[in-house]
């Protein structure tokens, strides 16, 4: 699977984006999809899963203010993201997993997107 991520961008705290993630080469449908995210010099972390099945799964820190959506038509991953503050501030990545159950280890994930930047200015 080629996983492709965009919609990143700067936005002002309080604002919102929807990062989207494109997938190609294998049926989407089959996999788990994720957000995770990075600062650096700090570890990459989950945001948010969307399994093969349509449930969800946010991170405390997200939680209320960021939803997962897919589009299986489409081959893609959404992320929505409301209510922005200076620390969602990171390199955003999307993610597949093939494994039969939904988990939030990063070595579970079979492929990953490039990334895209969201900058949260105060």
């Known amino acids: 699977v080629q996983l492709q991520a965009s919609g990143g961008g700067l936005v002002q705290a309080g604002g919102s984006l929807r990062l989207s993630c494109a997938a190609s080469?294998?049926?989407?449908?089959?996999?788990?999809m994720a957000w995770f995210r990075q600062v650096p010099g700090k570890e990459r972390e989950f945001v948010a899963i969307?399994?093969?099945?349509?449930?969800?799964y946010y991170a405390d820190s997200v939680k209320g203010r960021f939803a997962i959506s897919r589009d299986n038509a489409k081959n893609t991953v959404y992320l929505q993201m409301n209510n922005l503050k200076p620390e969602d501030t990171a390199v955003y990545y999307c993610?597949?997993?093939?494994?039969?159950?939904?988990?939030?280890?990063?070595?579970?994930?079979?492929?990953w997107g490039q990334g895209t930047l969201v900058t949260v200015s105060s």
């Open positions: 080469g294998r049926t989407f449908s089959n996999y788990h």
């Open positions: 969307i399994s093969r099945f349509g449930s969800t």
């Open positions: 993610a597949a997993d093939s494994s039969t159950r939904t988990t939030v280890a990063l070595d579970s994930y079979d492929y």
